[in-house]
């Protein structure tokens, strides 16, 4: 009985990947403006933590 859980299981989730599968999403276009997006956001975040640092050196000098 749990080998046959286990089979429906490992069909449930092979159907569904299957199914979310987009090969236009590994075009060299699409990577490439995935990095950028990437980078975008992380330049951001790091902006985001540096003014924040600034802002609490400010507040412990008073």
């Known amino acids: 009985m749990v080998r046959f859980i286990g089979l429906i299981l490992i ?3 092979s ?5 979310n599968f987009k090969p236009e ?21 790091k902006g985001r933590e540096q003014r924040r640092l600034e802002a609490e050196k400010v ?4």
């Open 25 to 45: 999403s590994f075009t060299k276009e699409n990577i490439e403006e995935t990095i950028k997006k990437e980078k975008t956001v992380n330049a951001v975040q």
């Open 11 to 13: 069909v449930f989730f």
């Open 15 to 19: 159907v569904a990947a299957w199914h």
């Open 59 to 62: 507040l412990e000098q008073f």
